[in-house]
């Protein structure tokens, strides 16, 4: 066995986040790129923590969701245009919803084995600047014409355009192996999980009051980088109430009887970017940084949601964190009862309603729902989806170093194509 080979991980400490304030697609944020995004998440953590020296941060990981063509190399123009040293290298990820986690898991791998002592790990992602692609019809017809041999030909092909070739083909939120969206998907699995309107009107409303009580009692005053004229999260509701999200009428499901799902306990498309700092303990120690929390176990898993036990609610669409937390627990040596703080992404209250009793059937004990989501989450923050697990694990560390003691933090993000990322914090 080598030397190297020899060498034990290291533990991978947070040190912080800087996210700016996620916005409703369409509204202050429309003219972004996700690059403008990040860039300005990214400023925001070297300005917070004094990385404009050269060589300060070994590497750079991020991504997104809805990328333009210009967006290719993401994160490495990103790091181009920021305040972080252009050496810096740089690379994109992407595992949809779940692309940030899997960003700051990519960077911490690498400060675990010992080959970079430091990274940033994040993700932006704008439905309001998402990219339209050219008809299919047209652009097989532009392939041939640029291919044709002489002008003739080009003409020939040419002549073949009609007006409905013309026609853009915009994103559709919508899995390909099944024409559903995330929130038809989400609506099948709360008939199968029996998860009531009440439920999930209730959590709504917690999200709400929660990060609007976070924001008051300044939890994300080193987290959140003003722009564009917002301070806060755009969607944020704090006179949110049961009463009133009960007003609203069904949008999800409604093609059978006793829907349950609304624009009010679903999560509207978002605007916005996250950023966190990793490094080894060495070199916060250096730097003078204390920790906020360690990164100390993740896992992944997916589902079969076309083929699989969907109908019972085994296996839909964003029920794969279902089998990856129970997985990554049993690794640890952790049950439920051991986490002081438990983060759900809210996609959709029915969504983490089901999860939970899913996670129950496999045997956990129930989460205390004091401890789930503290500060909110996806519901009232929104969610651009490459910057919501980046969001997460800045919040979770932020949280975790409130409580001044030893505490462990549980992450769990479903994300499209039936999988999900999970992972665990811990402060010593």
Wanted: glycine share 10%.
């Amino acid at each position: 066995m080598s030397p190297l080979a020899a060498q034990p991980t290291r533990r991978v400490a947070v040190l912080g986040g800087a996210r700016i304030p996620f916005a409703r697609s369409d509204g202050p944020y429309a003219t972004a790129s996700n690059q403008e995004m990040l860039t300005a998440a990214l400023d925001g953590l070297v300005e917070r923590h004094g990385l404009r020296e050269p060589g300060a941060v070994g590497e750079f990981v991020a991504g997104a969701v809805l990328k333009h063509s210009r967006d290719f190399n993401l994160a490495r123009e990103t790091v181009l245009g920021s305040a972080l040293d252009p050496r810096t290298p740089a690379y994109d990820i992407q595992q949809a919803c779940g692309t940030g986690l899997q960003a700051v898991i990519a960077a911490a791998n690498k400060i675990a084995l010992g080959q970079t002592e430091s990274a940033i790990a994040g993700g932006a992602d704008t439905a309001s600047d998402a990219p339209l692609g050219v008809n299919d019809r047209l652009r097989r017809i532009l392939l041939e014409a640029r291919r044709a041999k002489s002008t003739g030909a080009r003409l020939k092909a040419l002549a073949k355009v009609r007006p409905g070739h013309l026609v853009p083909d915009i994103p559709r939120n919508a899995e390909p192996r099944t024409g559903l969206s995330m929130g038809e998907h989400a609506a099948v699995t709360a008939r199968a999980w029996g998860v009531s309107r009440e439920e999930q009107d209730a959590l709504a409303a917690a999200s709400h009051q929660r990060l609007a009580a976070a924001y008051e009692r300044g939890l994300f005053q080193d987290l959140v980088i003003p722009f564009r004229g917002l301070a806060r999260d755009q969607n944020l509701r704090p006179g949110s109430t049961v009463e009133k999200l009960a007003a609203l009428g069904p949008v999800f499901g409604v093609d059978a009887p006793g829907a349950t799902m609304t624009a009010g306990n679903s999560t509207p498309l978002t605007d916005g970017a996250a950023t966190v700092l990793l490094a080894s303990e060495e070199w916060a120690e250096a730097r003078g940084i204390e920790p906020l929390a360690y990164l100390t176990a993740y896992e992944t898993a997916a589902v079969d949601f076309v083929g699989g036990d969907v109908a019972d609610g085994e296996d839909g669409l964003l029920m794969a964190p279902a089998y990856a937390v129970p997985r990554m627990l049993e690794r640890a040596g952790l049950g439920i009862g051991d986490f002081d703080l438990v983060e759900i992404h809210e996609a959709f209250a029915s969504q983490v309603l089901a999860t939970l009793a899913a996670w129950e059937k496999r045997g956990l004990e129930p989460v205390d729902r004091a401890r789930l989501n503290v500060a909110g989450s996806s519901l009232a923050t929104g969610h651009p989806f490459a910057a919501t697990g980046a969001r997460i694990v800045a919040t979770l560390a932020t949280l975790l170093a409130e409580r001044e003691g030893p505490g462990h933090g549980l992450i769990s993000v479903c994300a499209a194509g039936g999988q999900g990322v999970t992972a665990i914090l811990e402060r010593t």
